[in-house]
């Protein structure tokens, strides 16, 4: 009789960008079964949805992949990706300041891990996977490592995995590296980033000038790779 098999089960918090959609390879590669869950959150750069639907049917696991709405985010607004009114920063507005960005949604991380270790625990997933990045992104509170060893310990208590001492890892493979090493690692095991998209503008062909693509193309040029998507 032969033994049992033991399957890891992991959610990646899939949206269709270049660090999430690394952390869905690395999952891979790390022999989990992937769970993938997306958030349309009425985001200006909704297109990324599309995206994350390529990424999940990249990874054959399509039938898996959850799309929660969260429209709320948009009647709350106070951030350039969910408020019309508030303009998407350009490299020198951006730069001229060390405030936190206008581009940081209030409460979205939060949200994000709340839904997906509900996803999480239905599944039996042992790990949630989050493309958090301290490094390029230090403006945003909801992407430190302080955050998220919080969150870790909240799941432990609020949940039934939790206190029967099983619990749920936050992964954030993506935490310290730069853009370029995440590219590097993400070319190597063969991350789909044509499928991607990182643009805050949300067309068909990336702007270019956002801080999100500015990050984008100095990652692939540092890391010595032609990013495959078109820009305008």
Same mark, same amino acid.
């Given at each position: 009789m032969s033994a049992q098999v033991s399957v890891k089960r992991a959610v990646v918090i899939l949206s269709g960008g270049l660090d999430s959609t690394t952390c869905m390879g690395i999952a891979k590669e790390?022999?989990?079964? %992937?769970?993938?869950?997306?958030f349309d959150y009425g985001q200006r750069h909704k297109i990324e949805i599309e995206n994350a639907k390529q990424v999940a049917a990249h990874y054959g696991v399509a039938q898996r992949h959850k799309i929660i709405k969260l429209d709320f985010l948009r009647d709350f607004g106070g951030s350039a990706l969910t408020d019309d009114s508030i303009d998407v920063p350009n490299v020198t507005e951006s730069e001229q300041t060390d405030e936190i960005p206008v581009t940081y949604v209030p409460g979205r991380n939060l949200l994000f891990l709340s839904i997906a270790t509900s996803y999480a625990e239905v599944t $039996?997933?042992?790990?949630?996977?989050? $493309?958090?990045?301290? %490094?390029d992104y230090s403006g945003y509170p909801d992407c430190r490592p302080e955050f998220i060893h919080k969150v870790e310990e909240v799941i432990e208590l609020a949940t039934k995995v939790g206190v029967e001492g099983k619990g749920?890892?936050?992964?954030?493979?993506?935490?310290?590296?730069?853009?370029?090493r995440i590219i590097e690692e993400g070319l190597k095991i063969g991350v789909p980033y044509e499928l991607t998209t990182s643009c805050y503008n949300g067309k068909a062909?990336?702007?270019?000038?956002?801080?999100?693509?500015?990050?984008? %193309?100095? $990652?692939?040029e540092e890391a010595g790779a032609k990013d495959p998507i078109p820009y305008l």
């Open positions: 790390a022999g989990y079964e %992937l769970y993938p869950i997306s $039996g997933s042992s790990a949630i996977y989050i $493309g958090v990045n301290a %490094l749920i890892k936050i992964e954030t493979p993506l935490i310290d590296w730069t853009k370029a062909e990336a702007c270019g000038v956002c801080d999100s693509c500015r990050l984008r %193309l100095k $990652g692939f």
